[in-house]
């Protein structure tokens, strides 16, 4: 028998990384805390999304030669949108934004390393150094947001 795996686990490991003391010692696991919170507050969205109204989401990653940024971006974007009585215009834009940050920081931390030429950058200032600890505790605040407002409806 499996256990059964729920999105918010992945919220428990992040907490859990991040009180276990070894936050300052390596960037590693402020990237992993927030990967690994953007997921959980993605999928448990498209979980609550899939139970609201089945069949609203196509699940773009099982479609081929559909890119998987694509997917991701479809889920986001079916917050504003997906028909639910509980769910009023203010809740819904602030999940998307939430959403939004979350993936960006995401990207960020596991694909976007920080250093000198990143600094010439146009945007630097937008870029959320993914290697510490405010980083990380930020993505565990957004995602517990963004779950507590999903799980509600």
Sequence with gaps: MTD???????????????????????????????????????????????????????HGDFIPGRKRKESHKEIIDAILTVPHPKFNQSDRTVVYQQLITLCKYRVNADYKFINAKHQKEKNF????????????KKAITLANSVISVISAL
Excluded: H, M
């Design 4 to 58: 059964t795996f729920l999105p918010t686990d992945y919220l428990d490991f992040s907490n859990t990384l991040f009180c276990n003391g070894s936050i300052n010692k390596n960037n590693s696991v402020c990237r992993s805390i927030v990967s690994r919170s953007y997921y959980s507050a993605f999928l448990a969205t498209r979980e609550k999304i899939d139970e609201i109204q089945k069949g609203f989401l196509s």
């Design 125 to 136: 200032e937008d870029r959320l150094d993914p290697t510490t600890s405010f980083a990380a």
